[in-house]
């Protein structure tokens, strides 16, 4: 099977399902960076041209709902996803959009990657701790599987305007930064972050207003980690406490 490789951009796989679309299920879709084979092989450079034909097509002869449902599963770790994806893209084209919530194994899949992309994209939204570090800024870090640093920190974004803030992706080493509303996401190598002074005092204040809304006699812990898995308690102050 023919691998085609392009630049692991939104805008790069855009571009490879034009250039392509005829032999989508003849071929594999890889991004440069993981592509390791030497097998058959051909790079797609960005067009940006191309892009915006994809994009206006898609919204028009399928829907705009797909077009945005396709960002999301490109943003998610499921394997192979490139490829899943643009063969539901020609579908869709070929069958019409009714065959995206269908029992097809792509669909499927399809559908797989765009719920647990938004399951955890909306869990950190409620999760997400912030503490106050050098310089004034409000710092956050987490580990995700799938990459939701943007539609998270957009979410922060519009309930902190004022502020000057980093939220830190852990496991995909970037991190969006945000001052007074003028923000951008930045590769991490090295990360050196010192707690303010008044961070523990915050912390603590928090902690206390945790115990006191708690009612021991209502406590479920099954409950507590079915809403809210062990895996996201990590850089949760209440469930890591110092003391």
């Not at 990360?191 to 002074?197: F, G, N, V, W």
Request: charged share 35%; with cysteine.
């Amino acid at each position: 099977m023919k691998i085609i490789v392009y630049d692991g951009t939104f805008e790069g796989f855009l571009t490879v399902i034009f250039t392509q679309y005829k032999e989508i299920f003849k071929i594999k879709i890889e991004r440069e960076k993981d592509q390791i084979s030497f097998l058959d092989q051909k790079y797609i450079k960005t067009d940006f041209e191309k892009v915006k034909r994809v994009e206006d097509s898609i919204k028009k002869n399928i829907s705009k709902e797909f077009f945005c449902d396709i960002k999301i599963a490109f943003k998610s770790d499921y394997k192979n996803k490139d490829t899943i994806i643009a063969r539901l893209i020609k579908l869709s084209f070929l069958k019409g959009g009714k065959i995206t919530k269908s029992t097809n194994k792509y669909a499927i899949a399809f559908n797989k990657m765009v719920k647990n992309y938004s399951r955890e994209a909306h869990t950190f939204m409620g999760l997400l701790r912030f503490k106050e570090i050098q310089e004034g800024f409000l710092f956050a870090q987490y580990e995700s599987h799938n990459d939701i640093l943007e539609d998270l920190s957009r979410h922060f974004l519009q309930r902190m305007p004022k502020e000057k803030f980093v939220i830190y992706d852990k496991n995909k080493n970037k991190a969006f930064v945000s001052i007074y509303g003028n923000f951008e996401v930045v590769e991490i190598l090295n990360l050196d972050i010192k707690e303010s002074k008044k961070e523990e005092f915050f912390q603590n204040l928090w902690i206390g207003f945790y115990d006191a809304i708690a009612i021991k006699e209502r406590k479920n812990k099954k409950l507590i980690i079915e809403n809210m898995p062990k895996k996201y308690w990590k850089y949760l102050p209440e469930k890591n406490r110092k003391n």
